[in-house]
């Protein structure tokens, strides 16, 4: 995209945008890698357009079902050649698009902070494992920073096997290690290393949720509505 | 009793009360706090009755000295009762907390021994939570009526967000099935609580430091379908509470039967759609520019079931449309059947590129289903008549701002003063 910027022909950048959503890893996380062009380009097109503008690329581009590249680069050419006010004309096919998709990004991020959960390891870390449908890991480390900034934990995309880890300091990228991969794989309280305290909390948890609901009311579509089935895998009550 | 049977009552005790929000409170953890509250509020899970879950909301205690006819707590009550001690509740908040399972926590409770005590202990734990554990997320805290003005201006500097359930929505069903309550106990701490906050925002206009009281407001709750109050009875009410009380949020909370008394009405099943109406028009009043008396009136007094409130007045009022989307003010737009804020927004956004057809409005996410009858736009005329559902009901158009009769507000003394 940052070659679409400068002039490049659009079909250079389709192929781009693949390596870009790796990048922003580092980009958003201030992890050293080689992120160098992603990162200036984001800042070019903050300085040409506006934040707003910047994050909607950033949701866009970390999409991961694939299928709105061309719209990504239609949209950046377009912001480039008509300036930022296109971005209001909500009824262009590509802006409407590009839209769409990283509210999808942005709205399994926002989904995610509430869904996540932590589980106590034996060593003391905080581990939640997450299996999303976009590449949303740093979005989602970026709230538990400023949320949790006192504790150690740890972000686990068990789909992709990518992890980051807030060390007190900063966040690091971070290597699950396979025992832990081979007890994700079962996914329960048994196989896993919890500590103690993690067993008799969950199990207070699950009775909170249990009791919480008004029994003459229950509805199952409307909770998988909220709270899609694909989530269940880790959410402590639903195991 | 085992920790695991507390929670099990006191959380089973505390599901009626439909409010779980954690929003319009912002808070950045300390360097070495943990927890911060975020202004759009996040919801952690879904029970299975499909209501979200954000926050730990509990009850303190069970044991009841009242006799409130619809409470399952009720005094003299055949249910297992407990109590929480302080610790048991702050720890267990900090180790949800820490897991992510909550924004924090709503406390609430039976009283024990009288308001003031029972309050005094809720206070207890919130100032455990911000002072020894240095907590940031959201606390939400359930002040009893008749709860003595010191310990509410205690409970504002721990708490995000104070509320006092008024439940019963007249003075006279608060006499027949809440008789240890009265009107002046609940409206006394919510006008307490609204002075509180408007004077604290005053003050912190001039000394950004000075610790924040409720920053997240306060809200209330009304039993809907237990005593006899009509929808425009409920919604003068809730209005009246918007613009005199500065609340937050009115919730309403379909009557659940769950003690059987002769003063309650037999009901087969919870008023779950009237519920969802008085919702839809409690919306229209916060956000549409819609005025109680627009809803509904003493003709029609209650909530049509068949469609809702919005649909219902564009029906009766043919002679405000067809709206030209690309012309009108956003509060004619708002008016419109099948445009919500967001669309009225993107809608006054795009028309600056050019008129909008069809097409564009589907893009921009109009539900054109519901809005065909109503609109016009670049390629599209409704057909002269539209058809007009015979259950919409035909009455006039209220004249001017009706006088406003609540039953709450009724006394001139009571009237907070609206400070500017
Ligand atoms: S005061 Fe009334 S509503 Fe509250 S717990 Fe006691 S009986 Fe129930």
């Known amino acids: ?239 | 009793m085992l920790l695991d049977e507390k929670i099990a009552i006191l959380s089973g005790a505390a599901r009626y009360d439909v409010s779980c929000s954690s929003s319009g409170s912002s808070r950045g953890a300390g360097c070495a706090g943990m927890g911060a509250t975020s202004r759009a509020g996040i919801c952690h899970s879904w029970a299975d009755d499909g209501r979200c879950i954000s926050l730990l909301k509990i009850l303190l205690s069970n044991y009841c000295i009242y006799d409130c006819a619809y409470c399952i707590n009720r005094r003299g009550n055949d249910v297992p009762r407990a109590s929480f001690t302080t610790d048991e509740i702050v720890n267990l908040t900090i180790d949800f907390y820490r897991r992510n399972y909550i924004e924090g926590l709503f406390l609430s409770s039976a009283v024990q021994v009288s308001p003031d005590n029972t309050t005094e202990r809720m206070i207890n734990v919130a100032r455990r939570l911000r002072n020894d554990e240095q907590f940031g997320g959201y606390i939400h805290l359930k002040i009893i009526p008749g709860t003595s003005p010191e310990l509410i201006q205690r409970a504002g500097f721990y708490a995000d967000r104070l509320s006092v359930n008024i439940e019963l929505p007249s003075e006279k069903s608060l006499k027949t099935l809440a008789p240890d309550k009265n009107k002046q106990a609940i409206l006394q701490p919510m006008r307490r609580i609204g002075r509180e906050i408007s004077e604290n925002r005053a003050l912190r206009r001039k000394q950004k430091r000075l610790p924040r009281f409720a920053p997240a407001g306060q809200s209330t709750q009304l039993i809907i379908g237990a005593s006899p109050e009509n929808d425009l009875h409920i919604l003068r009410l809730a209005s009246g509470l918007y613009e005199r009380y500065a609340l937050k949020r009115v919730y309403y909370s379909a009557y659940m039967p769950a003690v059987h008394d002769r003063l309650l009405p037999e009901l087969s099943a919870p008023p779950l759609l009237r519920e969802h109406r008085l919702y839809q028009a409690d919306w229209l009043l916060r956000y549409y520019g819609f005025q109680a008396d627009e809803i509904l009136s003493e003709d029609m007094p209650d909530l049509a079931e068949a469609i809702d409130p919005k649909q219902a007045w564009a029906y009766r009022h043919p002679g405000f449309f067809p709206v030209d989307v690309n012309r009108a003010d956003r509060e004619t737009l708002l008016r419109v059947p099948g445009l919500g804020l967001t669309s009225v927004a993107r809608i006054i956004a795009s028309r600056r590129f050019g008129p909008l057809d069809l097409k564009q409005l589907d893009r921009i996410g109009v539900v054109l289903k519901r809005a065909r009858p109503f609109i016009i736009c670049r390629d599209y005329q409704p057909p002269k008549e539209p058809a007009v559902p015979v259950f919409a009901g035909q009455h006039k158009t209220p004249q001017a701002a009706p006088p406003q009769q609540l039953d709450f507000f009724d006394e001139p003394d009571m009237a907070i003063q609206r400070r500017s």
């Open chain 1, 1 to 239: 995209m940052a070659q679409l910027w400068e002039g490049s022909p659009p079909p250079d950048v389709i192929a781009a945008i693949s390596r870009y959503s790796p990048d922003l890893f580092g980009q958003e996380q201030t992890i050293q890698s080689n992120s160098r062009t992603a990162a200036d380009f984001l800042k070019t097109l903050e300085k040409a357009a506006h934040r707003t503008i910047r994050n909607r690329v950033m949701y866009a581009a970390c999409c991961g079902t694939g299928g709105f590249e061309q719209s990504l680069c239609e949209y950046v050419v377009l912001l480039r050649d008509a300036g930022p006010e296109i971005d209001e004309n909500f009824s262009h096919p590509a802006v409407a698009q590009v839209r769409r998709t990283a509210r999808q990004v942005a709205g399994e991020a926002h989904r995610l902070k509430g869904l996540v959960r932590f589980r106590e390891l034996s060593t003391g870390l905080l581990w939640a494992p997450l299996s999303p449908d976009h590449h949303v890991l740093p979005f989602v480390a970026g709230h538990f920073r400023r949320r949790m900034p006192a504790a150690n934990w740890v972000l686990h995309d068990v789909k992709r096997n990518e992890a980051i880890l807030w060390d007190g300091q900063r966040l690091l990228p971070a290597m699950p290690d396979e025992s832990l991969q081979a007890a994700c794989a079962i996914n329960n309280d048994a196989a896993l290393p919890l500590s103690p305290a993690e067993k008799q909390c969950s199990e207070y948890w699950r009775t909170f949720f249990k009791t919480i609901a008004v029994p003459g009311r229950t509805n199952p579509e409307l909770q998988r509505s909220n709270m899609p089935r694909r989530y269940w895998t880790w959410l402590v009550e639903k195991q």
